[in-house]
């Protein structure tokens, strides 16, 4: 597992090591509806992450300069990508339709042709609906680079859950790692670094996804 990295106009900032803390809390927005047999339903509307983390008492005064950088970016309300894990920017969608109860998925997308190319058993997925209704959290238990000889399955992967999936998909719906976020805005209405007196820094900031509808 490597360090969380920050990319924001197309460059990429390396932490120095893990996050001290991290949170990530489901927002969503809905309606609640009763029918004609009087039966009260909840329709979601859409469903999106807003995430903590914090880096407290580091030492890389360089780091520390390049989020001035960031900063500059992101107080903007741009938008920048955060992965907790470099090595799992996994970001895709599924080529064929998914039923409720499937226990594999085909998917492509940004990261999954990178070595290793693999997931550990247990490695956690994101699976969202296009129109951000359905979304379900699963284990992974394996990638597998074998599928048929055939134009049409160039590059589309067979991913084998510890599970199965409680909703279905569509073709073009979202998969990508759990804990990578390809498109966030900042929540912070401050500069989120302080600089201690004996030469630390800590950092924490909030930011949620951008995909509101």
Do not use: C
């Not at 990295?5 to 390396?14: H, K, S, T």
């Not at 991290?22 to 309606?31: M, P, T, Y």
């Amino acid at each position: 597992m490597s360090n969380p990295r920050i990319v924001f106009n197309g460059i990429g900032l390396d932490f120095p090591e893990p996050l001290s803390d991290r949170r990530v809390s489901r927002r969503r927005i809905g309606d609640q509806h009763v029918t004609d047999g009087g039966v009260s339903e909840t329709v979601v509307l859409a469903q999106w992450d807003e995430v903590l983390i914090a880096l407290l008492n580091f030492d890389d005064a360089a780091f520390a300069e390049k989020l001035k950088a960031w900063w500059e970016w992101a107080s903007e309300g741009k938008t920048y990508a955060f992965a907790n894990d470099a090595d799992n920017m996994k970001d895709g969608s599924f080529r064929l339709p998914v039923s409720d109860g499937a226990a594999t998925l085909w998917a492509s997308g940004t990261g999954y042709q990178a070595s290793p190319l693999g997931a550990a058993p247990g490695h956690l997925y994101l699976l969202r609906s296009a129109d951000l209704t359905n979304s379900e959290i699963v284990g992974i238990q394996m990638i597998s680079t074998t599928f048929p000889p055939t134009d049409e399955n160039l590059g589309i992967y067979p991913i084998g859950l510890g599970g199965a999936t409680i909703y279905a998909y569509a073709a073009g719906d979202l998969i990508r790692d759990v804990y990578y976020w390809p498109s966030v805005v900042s929540l912070d209405s401050e500069y989120p670094v302080v600089e201690h007196g004996d030469g630390t820094f800590s950092f924490v900031h909030r930011f949620r996804e951008n995909a509101l509808p």
